[in-house]
């Protein structure tokens, strides 16, 4: 027999939780559409349930295929939050905007803008680094704060190629800033690292930005995958939490597998007396959660 257990802190973090609690009373009140400029949540499961409800997903240059006349039509922004230049956009099209930015996000791009600030009216302007994934929503507006010129970092080598180069001048003050779901394992490295390389300590300037709710799950999450004989990870496949804490749990536990819904579990995956721990990203919904380990038992 299997027996399943259900991590108890897996689950939507608050920003998401807004997010959607905004969106669903929008959308209760009927009779507008309410367009999200990129998924609310990277979860395809979620996405089609607030599909049904009339949630619209907007790719970022989709914008533009809505009528420019549509006044009073209203467009959500996510948790991720966007730079100044799309609320611009937005508001010179003529729609209305729900804001969901992620207030933890939002104190990060206020900073980022003060610290480019700052850096640019130095005598030897400095730099703004973000370590993050390029391309990220997130990481997207929090350059957007400093006008587009901040170098974004995903890892270690990455980092210590652009300083050989010189494309980060560690002889110049740096403020460097991470995206909140990047590890914070991987975060204390890189800035180890460029502390070690600066001409002169008291020139970098390191912000502490990683989400605590995430910071702290990383180390909860670890504990779980290693009290379960397998571990069914439960996320969207696009979404960079759920990789990270996917391979979290498979550094800890060899036999971490990672769906999107339920309907890709294999009973061979499962041996008799199996200690089944279900987990997921801060993108991945309860309900989900839930229903992977109602069809975990079922396959008994």
Aim: aromatic fraction near 6%; hydrophobic fraction near 35%; charge should be neutral.
């Amino acid at each position: 027999m299997l027996s399943v257990e259900i991590d108890s802190q897996s689950g939507f973090c608050a920003g998401v939780i807004r997010a959607i609690g905004k969106a669903e009373k929008f959308l209760e009140g009927g009779g507008k559409s309410l367009y999200s400029l990129g998924a609310i949540v990277h979860n395809e499961a979620e996405l089609a349930r607030l599909r049904e409800k009339g949630l619209v997903t907007l790719d970022r240059n989709d914008i533009y295929d809505i009528p420019v006349n549509a006044k009073g039509e209203t467009i959500l922004i996510r948790a991720h939050g966007q730079p100044p230049r799309v609320y611009k956009q937005i508001e010179e099209l003529g729609f209305d905007i729900i804001d969901c930015t992620c207030p933890v996000v939002l104190n990060i791009q206020k900073s980022i803008k003060k610290s480019y600030q700052r850096l640019k009216s130095l005598p030897e302007p400095g730099q703004i680094v973000i370590f993050g994934k390029i391309g990220h929503a997130e990481v997207l507006g929090l350059v957007g704060q400093a006008d587009g010129d901040a170098i974004v970092v995903e890892d270690i080598q990455q980092l210590k190629d652009l300083v050989s180069s010189g494309a980060i001048c560690t002889a110049r003050d740096i403020e460097i800033f991470s995206q909140t779901t990047m590890s914070p394992v991987g975060y204390k490295e890189i800035c180890n690292y460029l502390q070690g390389r600066m001409s002169s300590p008291e020139k970098l300037r390191i912000h502490s930005t990683i989400c605590s709710q995430v910071a702290s799950r990383h180390e909860e999450l670890a504990v779980f995958a290693r009290s379960h004989d397998i571990i069914i990870f439960v996320s969207g496949k696009t979404s960079s939490n759920g990789k990270v804490l996917c391979e979290l749990c498979r550094s800890v536990n060899i036999r971490t597998y990672h769906i999107g819904n339920p309907g890709e579990l294999q009973k061979q995956w499962f041996r008799s007396g199996d200690k089944v721990g279900v987990c997921g990203a801060t993108s991945t919904p309860k309900w989900l959660l839930e229903q992977t380990a109602r069809d975990i038992e079922n396959l008994q």
